[in-house]
């Protein structure tokens, strides 16, 4: 089970920290990643993490503007918002996939296990 946290409402140019804690173990070959979708499109690909620390990987959109991590010991996967859009308005979700692969680790079907979401709101 994935409960993820940390949205809110911000101002263009800030900054927020999500987490996403897990109750399951996740074993260092999985993959955590996060997705969005704002309304009236389909969720997609925001970053994602090797839970070894190995790989990451970001959307062209937030690359150099998002950081993903994890902190092992609590289990919790983090994603780091700063210079914050309007565009970045959405629900993000955190995901974690058991069976990816560097290839797949951005696509939307690898990942078996959901978050149920949590708001990220920027205001211009």
């Known amino acids: 089970q994935l409960q993820a946290s940390g949205g809110g409402l911000v101002q263009a140019g800030g900054s927020l920290r999500l987490s996403c804690a897990a109750s399951g173990r996740i074993l260092n070959n999985y993959f955590m990643g996060w997705f969005r979708q704002a309304p009236g499109k389909e969720r997609e690909f925001v970053a994602a993490?090797?839970?070894?620390?190995?790989?990451?990987a970001y959307a062209d959109a937030v690359k150099g503007r998002f950081t993903i991590s994890r902190d092992k010991a609590k289990n919790t996967g983090l994603l780091q918002l700063s210079s914050l859009k309007p565009e970045d308005t959405a629900v993000y979700y955190c995901a974690v996939a058991t069976s990816a692969i560097l290839s797949t680790m951005r696509t939307r079907t690898s990942y078996g296990y959901w978050g149920q979401g949590t708001q990220v709101t920027v205001s211009s």
């Open positions: 993490i090797r839970w070894s620390g190995a790989h990451t």
